[in-house]
């Protein structure tokens, strides 16, 4: 799959696509909708499919003090939009050129010009341009004029609700990782490259692989089950601490996997770690001896939550 700059002109295999605009941060069931029916209307026309996004996030750029809240990174989304059958995926970079666009000039300089876009599939709350000033009926305007077809979809309910990634920032906040799951169709997880740490838990038994956390949203901190992802493509189970470890002076926030029946050397390697169930909170213990206890039953928690998943 293509990465494409939504700031230049596309090559010219991908000019006239079907686009499904949206930030569509997580990839939730939501999101899934509107691709979906880009990538059907682009079957159906013989054109390519063309998945657009935003990074960062425009909240980052109106309010860069909000804390981290990211669900996926790029390179999350880009393998999640080829599993859905996207040919490319549109990186348009939000900073002041591009929160500046009037929701006309947008449309035209890049959807037009850019892409010579023949179709646009957006969620039906969608807004766009200079302080928010388009919507889909103004979208839909601009299309009829500028020569490019419409289609909306409207947001997927579950359990009384909207799926949304506010909601699934929520249900992580919650220490409720399966629940996030069922409305992002796959478990959340965090990808980075693993460091060097205290080698703490190698001392104790139990060796982690450390990620630093990033701009990925904070989910409620304490134990988990996991699965991991290596870089060769094996999924291994496992159990991590997210948080900032109470036992260790200085404070450092960390999401520290330990894989059963893995040896490896994984340190300057990227891994991706799913969070299956939250086992319990963040705790301090008297001594050493109280926490490998803890950590000897969190192994067993997690595999017997791991094998009813």
Same mark, same amino acid.
């Given at each position: 799959?293509?990465?494409?700059?939504?700031?230049?002109?596309?090559?010219?295999?991908?000019? /006239?696509?079907?686009?499904?605009?949206?930030?569509?941060?997580?990839?939730?069931?939501?999101? $899934?909708?509107?691709?979906?029916?880009?990538?059907?209307?682009?079957?159906?026309?013989?054109?390519?499919?063309?998945?657009?996004?935003?990074?960062?996030?425009?909240?980052?750029?109106?309010?860069?003090?909000?804390?981290?809240?990211? +669900?996926?990174?790029?390179?999350?989304?880009?393998?999640?939009?080829?599993?859905?059958?996207?040919?490319?995926?549109?990186?348009?970079?939000?900073?002041?050129?591009?929160? /500046? +666009?009037?929701?006309?000039?947008?449309?035209?300089?890049?959807?037009?010009?850019?892409?010579?876009?023949?179709?646009?599939?957006?969620?039906?709350?969608?807004?766009?341009? *200079?302080?928010?000033?388009?919507?889909?009926?103004?979208?839909?305007?601009?299309?009829?004029?500028?020569?490019?077809?419409?289609?909306?979809?409207?947001?997927?309910?579950?359990?009384?609700?909207?799926?949304?990634?506010?909601?699934?920032?929520?249900?992580?906040?919650?220490? *409720?990782?399966?629940?996030?799951?069922?409305?992002?169709?796959?478990?959340?997880?965090?990808?980075?490259?693993?460091?060097?740490?205290?080698?703490?838990?190698?001392?104790?038994?139990?060796?982690?692989?450390?990620?630093? +956390?990033?701009?990925?949203?904070?989910?409620?901190?304490?134990?988990?089950?996991?699965?991991?992802?290596?870089?060769?493509?094996?999924?291994?189970?496992?159990?991590?601490?997210?948080?900032?470890?109470?036992?260790?002076?200085?404070?450092?926030?960390?999401?520290?996997?330990?894989?059963?029946?893995?040896?490896?050397?994984?340190?300057?390697?990227?891994?991706?770690?799913?969070?299956?169930?939250?086992?319990?909170?963040?705790?301090?213990?008297?001594?050493?001896?109280?926490?490998?206890? $803890?950590?000897?039953?969190?192994?067993?928690?997690?595999?017997?939550?791991?094998?009813?998943?």
């Amino acid at each position: 799959m293509e990465r494409l700059d939504g700031g230049s002109a596309v090559p010219p295999e991908f000019r /006239g696509g079907i686009v499904a605009l949206g930030n569509f941060d997580g990839f939730h069931l939501g999101h $899934q909708a509107v691709v979906r029916r880009a990538i059907h209307w682009a079957k159906d026309r013989g054109r390519p499919a063309i998945v657009a996004t935003f990074d960062p996030h425009p909240v980052r750029h109106f309010r860069p003090d909000t804390p981290p809240f990211r +669900l996926t990174t790029l390179d999350q989304r880009q393998r999640l939009f080829a599993q859905a059958g996207a040919d490319a995926m549109l990186v348009f970079h939000f900073d002041g050129a591009l929160a /500046g +666009l009037t929701a006309e000039a947008f449309a035209q300089d890049r959807l037009v010009d850019a892409i010579g876009v023949a179709g646009v599939v957006t969620g039906d709350d969608f807004t766009f341009g *200079k302080a928010r000033g388009g919507n889909v009926s103004v979208l839909r305007d601009l299309g009829a004029r500028m020569g490019f077809g419409i289609e909306t979809v409207a947001p997927i309910v579950g359990e009384g609700e909207a799926v949304s990634s506010s909601r699934i920032r929520e249900l992580l906040q919650a220490g *409720k990782p399966r629940e996030a799951a069922a409305l992002l169709t796959r478990p959340f997880a965090i990808e980075g490259m693993v460091e060097p740490g205290a080698k703490l838990g190698r001392e104790l038994g139990w060796p982690t692989a450390n990620l630093k +956390l990033g701009s990925y949203l904070r989910p409620a901190y304490g134990i988990y089950a996991v699965r991991g992802r290596l870089p060769d493509g094996r999924m291994v189970d496992g159990v991590a601490n997210l948080g900032i470890r109470p036992m260790i002076d200085p404070p450092l926030e960390l999401l520290e996997p330990h894989f059963f029946d893995f040896s490896g050397d994984l340190y300057g390697q990227t891994i991706e770690v799913e969070l299956i169930e939250y086992l319990r909170p963040e705790a301090k213990f008297d001594d050493m001896d109280a926490l490998k206890a $803890q950590i000897a039953r969190d192994c067993d928690d997690a595999k017997a939550a791991l094998a009813r998943n």
